[in-house]
């Protein structure tokens, strides 16, 4: 750093480079710390079944950054796993700060390999004193105590501390030691605060909740009161902690601290301690130049203690410490600095931590979150946002009679479950008739008897392992709660110690069976089966690679079987006769308190948030407006409800008798034994989706239903109007004859063609509001414009009309070039990096992959009108997506077309409510390029959702902003079934053929081209995971065969309208190394009657498919193709597309 500017990266090396003359106290070595941690990743992947990062593109990738990490709920895991998160996604290393009494044996050999730093504290040093001590004059002198048969001048020193104990669940008070008066009095730094401290010190009951005094009169303690033990710790000296962590702050490394101090089992933050505001403020003061930022870790457990449990880590926004506290620091101010200083890192904590005073509050508010989540799964860190506001609403509303009244019935319906020993998502299990249930607990049992064979084996051979971790972890509980202060039950060691007791045993465990495997070898070659000729060094080397693999394989299928034998029990309730009729009485009390939620939640939600309704993040379930309609209301009206990543699902929906929702299942569930349903065959027949070739134009029947005689009389004069008015702009064009009010030149050889080009200039005219604002601009498609025959008599005019107007415009105009139909990059307005590859691609193509590089690509599509996605939870299927059994592609292909043009239909990987490949529950589609989802879809609701909704949505050749016919004729509005619509909350939508069944080249390439382009993405913040719906990102999507599969990898890319705000930024003509500010869309979405009340969500504008993309292609495709719809390689990728706004697409 001897230019004063931070290393460019977190790594060991350069902070050695950046100070090689000064000996760096506890170094980091790049090589040491990556290998440690690739090989105990394993135990984090081992002991958790998932470990979910959130916000990870807000970590700065250059430049000092100190962690704070909160709650420290895991001891020792707790680092290991922030380590891994940090390194996996931003590739930063960090060194963290240990306790002092830990880097002693295993753990402190590790914690040297990555370069922690060891810090001695005083609780770790605190000893039981002699004597008891009280306050004795709590009111005019409360830093004054006072003890019995105490020795103050021996045991303690000035700087040392004092510990009270802790009682009833909270956590002791401590205080530094001011000045020793004498071996009974001393004087403390300053007057403890709290009711807990003040009873302890007084004896007295009129204190307050904040500790103040109620009678103020009395002076003293209580009469007769001895007094309250205590603790003395000695002064640490932490200057040589304080020293190293500036050097690597200040050198441009990173530090990560758990502020609280030592590990905890609470659930509720502890009060965090000076030293993580000196670090920051110390390290500032030294170098302010240094750009030190601070990253808030949230570490949010489900279970933390318990194997295979779950966990979301969580990142908030960096931030950095204002000068004017700095330089407080600097001016010996340093306790109003350092108070300032953790009072922003508790908030920036308390925004990515989940708190609650008690575990039975927080049992309470988990079970309000269920109850409010009417449905559809939820992914982890969505269930942890939610938490997060239930508990800050409680927190706000807890004295409120309603929150009270909520809470004392969650609390009733948590007993019931207890009772019947059940889980809250098993309840409705009640909903099944007795012949499902019965076939259901067959099956059940069935797939638990062949998963048996799998797990029976590795679980008699690991049992040793997990008797003796649980019971020493259990003791080792027991051991840490009786030397601190803060834990509750000790659980936040056992975790650690089941991991250490497992490293160590297990392989003790392989050594012994390998030897009992040798022996049994050498003495009749295992009952010989083994051939003589086998040595027996790779006997023992084989039999360390099978009981391993037996022990995983019982992991892998235990978990499964246990989630299968956890669902067998409400199954047996629902047949047995005593106990049926309680489970549908908790089934009704449970709808009973979710409307209950819900309204108090409605109620509540804006007077916490100004803009609630469109920052929740579930869609109110109870809103009339919910169903799913005409396109009139879901979202192709002039007022649609709000774009929002909400899930919205009624309480109806058959999802609530899936399985207990976890990832295992859905994992193996793709495996044919272990599916929910068997296979589909695979068949070879005519794809039953198409219709014509064509694509239907504009759907009146999406705006209005003409279904009036004067509505339609009123729009056939309009069209016979603008016929006129275009006809004679173009006779005075062309040189016609325009005598008299002769529409058509009679005279003309051309007469027929002219007429058929004035025919379709006047539907252009009348039907799309870019001759409005441009009048002399024109639409130029080749797409054939019929509508096959509606079922009204007027609507069958329209088609009609629409069908010859789309068959001139075929002949006259022909199909766009590629140059037309979206803007190429050019190194002099989009910078020179569009001209080369990314050259630090971190993923590439198997040797073998070969595509066709040679024919010419572009236009050799076939047209479509409407493209819908199916959400099925898996990425591949059957050969053709219809023959999948029960499904709703199947119900597709055998429904009627839609009326407005071909349909492309795809299988997809979006989640499913269940998130399993099963199709006989409800599903989710995904209507492009309207960009609505449509929820709760199964395959007899098809035909309905088709004729209603799809036939009625915008088509690829209808404009972004049609003139809207008159107010005066009545819209059609009939809801469909129990289907729910609302817009797709992504920007873009990126689509990508896995088809592996028909070309393993794509079941290659897919997930390669995925992880790259969500590499390039994830800075942005524009990433998005399958269940991630917040709104304003780029969600990508396995589909199946979308043809052309010789031209791996074939992507399709969906945008919005200027889908980031710069569509139009000039790349060449920013500064060297600035990305463009991209720009948050405003949200035009239910903005009542004011200013915006008119604008509507139009769908994608356009959609850029391209081929024969590979992993060095995905930087550009990022940067120019997702970000502002420009095409890189065009001669070479371009395949074909649309682009609504210009009206012009590639057929």
Request: aromatic fraction near 8%; charge should be positive; glycine fraction near 8%.
């Amino acid at each position: 750093m001897a230019d004063g500017k931070p290393v460019e990266n977190g790594n060991a090396s350069a902070v050695a480079k950046a100070k090689p003359k000064e000996k760096e106290l506890y170094p980091m070595s790049d090589w040491k710390y990556d290998a440690f941690l690739h090989t105990f990743s394993i135990l984090v992947d081992l002991f958790f079944r998932e470990v979910h990062p959130r916000g990870a593109w807000r970590i700065p990738r250059t430049g000092p950054i100190l962690f704070v990490a909160a709650p420290h709920a895991n001891q020792f895991v707790d680092g290991l796993v922030l380590q891994r998160t940090l390194k996996n996604e931003a590739n930063r290393r960090v060194g963290l700060l240990i306790a002092e009494k830990s880097v002693h044996g295993f753990i402190g050999w590790g914690s040297r390999q990555t370069g922690s730093v060891p810090v001695g504290r005083a609780q770790d040093k605190a000893k039981p004193a002699s004597g008891l001590i009280y306050l004795p004059n709590p009111i005019d002198d409360p830093t004054l105590i006072r003890g019995v048969g105490t020795n103050f001048e021996k045991e303690a020193e000035v700087g040392g501390m004092i510990f009270l104990p802790s009682t009833k669940g909270i956590t002791g008070s401590s205080v530094d030691i001011a000045q020793i008066i004498g071996p009974e009095e001393i004087r403390i730094k300053r007057p403890l605060k709290g009711k807990l401290p003040m009873e302890q010190l007084t004896g007295r009951d009129d204190i307050d909740e904040k500790g103040n005094f109620i009678n103020k009169e009395f002076k003293g303690i209580k009469d007769g009161y001895p007094g309250t033990k205590f603790k003395i710790a000695p002064h640490i000296d932490q200057t040589e902690v304080y020293k190293a962590v500036f050097n690597r702050l200040r050198s441009g490394g990173c530090i990560g601290i758990f502020p609280e101090g030592g590990s905890h089992d609470r659930t509720e933050l502890l009060p965090l301690k000076a030293g993580v505001a000196i670090m920051a403020l110390g390290t500032l003061a030294e170098d302010p130049d240094c750009g030190l930022q601070i990253v808030p870790v949230g570490m949010n457990y489900f279970h933390a203690h318990k194997f295979r449990s779950r966990a979301v880590i969580e990142f908030g926004a960096p931030f950095q410490i204002p000068r004017e506290l700095v330089e407080k620091y600097k001016n010996n101010e340093r306790r109003d600095a350092i108070g300032q200083t953790l009072d922003m890192v508790h908030q920036a904590l308390s925004a990515v931590t989940v708190s609650a005073p008690d575990y039975d509050t927080l049992m309470c508010i988990q079970a309000a979150r269920r109850l409010y989540n009417t449905g559809k799964k939820l992914p982890l860190p969505m269930v942890v946002e939610l938490n997060r506001r239930l508990a800050v609403g409680f927190s706000k509303y807890k004295d409120d009679p309603r929150i009270i009244d909520l809470m004392n019935d969650v609390k009733d319906y948590n007993n019931q479950l207890r009772y019947l020993n059940i889980k809250d998502h098993q309840v409705n299990y009640a909903t099944m008739d007795l012949p499902t249930v019965i076939f259901t607990l067959l099956y059940r049992v069935a797939k638990l008897l062949v998963l048996s064979i799998g797990v029976i084996p590795g679980l008699v051979l690991f049992a040793p392992v997990f008797i003796a971790s649980k019971i020493i972890s259990h003791r080792k509980a027991k051991e840490a709660l009786a030397a601190s202060s803060v834990k509750i039950q000790g659980r936040d060691v056992m975790a650690t110690w089941k991991l250490l007791v497992a490293m160590a045993f297990a392989p003790i465990l392989y050594n012994f069976y390998s030897i009992i495997l040798a022996v049994k070898v050498y003495q009749d070659h295992l009952w010989g089966y083994v051939p003589e000729w086998v040595p027996y060094w790779l006997v023992f080397i084989g039999g360390w690679i099978v009981f391993p693999a037996i022990t995983f394989a019982a992991l892998r299928f235990g978990e499964v079987g246990m989630d299968i034998l956890k669902s067998l029990r409400p199954l047996v309730l629902c047949i047995s006769p005593t106990s049926s009729n309680s489970l549908h009485k908790l089934r009704e009390r449970r709808a009973e308190l979710s409307e209950k939620v819900v309204k108090v939640i409605n109620d509540l939600g804006p007077d916490m948030y100004e803009d609630f309704e469109h920052t929740r993040l579930i869609s109110d379930p109870t809103r009339a407006d919910g169903a799913l309609s005409s396109p009139t209301e879901a979202g192709i009206s002039d007022k649609t409800p709000p774009e929002s990543p909400h899930l919205s699902r009624k309480n109806t929906t058959k999802s609530s008798q899936a399985m207990p929702r976890n990832e295992s299942f859905s994992n193996i569930g793709a495996i044919g034994m272990f599916a929910t349903r068997p296979p589909s065959r695979s068949r070879s027949r005519s794809s039953s989706s198409g219709g014509g070739f064509g694509s239907g134009g504009f759907p009146v029947s999406g705006f209005t239903a003409l279904d009036t005689k004067e509505g339609f009389n009123e729009a056939s004069n309009k069209i016979r109007a603008a016929m006129r008015q275009r006809g004679q702009l173009r006779r005075r064009k062309s040189g016609f004859s325009s005598d008299g009010d002769e529409t058509y030149p009679s005279r003309d050889p051309r007469s027929k063609l002219s007429r058929g080009m004035y025919t379709v200039q006047a539907y252009e005219f009348f039907f799309t509001s870019s001759h409005v604002s441009h009048p002399h601009r024109q639409v130029v498609t080749s797409h054939p414009c019929f509508l096959p025959l509606p079922l009204h008599k007027h609507k069958m005019a329209a088609a009609g009309l629409m069908s010859i107007f789309g068959g001139a415009r075929r002949v006259l105009t022909g199909s766009a070039r590629a140059s037309e139909l979206f803007p190429q990059t050019r190194p002099d307005v989009d910078g020179e990096a569009c001209k080369h590859d990314c050259d630090s691609c971190t993923v590439k193509y198997p040797r073998h992959f070969k595509v066709e590089e040679t024919h010419p690509l572009y236009g050799n599509i076939k047209p479509w009108s409407t493209h819908v996605l199916v959400a099925t939870s898996k990425s591949d299927w059957s050969r053709h997506v219809e023959d999948e059994r029960g499904s709703v592609m199947e119900a597709f292909g055998h429904a009627s077309k839609p009326s407005n043009g071909r349909l492309m239909l795809s299988a997809s990987n979006m989640p499913t409510p269940n998130n399993r490949p099963d199709y006989n529950q409800p599903t989710t589609i995904l209507v492009l390029p309207a960009f609505t989802i449509i929820e709760n879809v199964t395959p007899p609701a098809v035909p309905s959702l088709i004729n209603k909704y799809i036939s009625r949505a915008p088509t690829t050749s209808d404009p972004l902003d049609p003139v809207s016919l008159p107010k005066t004729i009545p819209s059609s509005r009939s809801a469909v079934g129990d289907m729910v619509a609302r817009p797709c909350p992504h920007r873009v939508v990126v689509l990508l053929c896995s088809h592996r069944t028909r070309d393993a080249r794509c079941g290659q390439s897919a997930p390669l081209i995925k992880k790259e382009l969500e590499r390039h993405l994830r800075p942005l913040g524009l990433d998005r995971d399958l269940d991630d719906e917040r709104p304003g990102g780029v969600g990508i999507y396995f589909v199946n065969h979308v043809g052309g599969h010789k031209y791996s990898a074939n992507m399709l890319v969906y945008r919005r309208p200027d889908a980031f705000g710069i569509d139009t930024v000039q790349r060449a003509k920013l500064p060297p190394g600035q990305e463009p500010q991209l720009v948050k869309p405003v949200d035009v979405e239910g903005q009542g009657e004011g200013e915006g009340a008119e604008k509507r969500d139009v769908g994608a504008a356009q959609c850029i498919w391209l081929a024969r993309v590979r992993p060095e292609d995905c930087e550009n495709i990022v940067r120019y193709t997702i970000l502002q719809g420009k095409v890189v390689k065009a001669d070479k990728q371009l395949r074909g597309g649309f682009d609504r706004a210009k009206g012009v697409m590639s057929w």
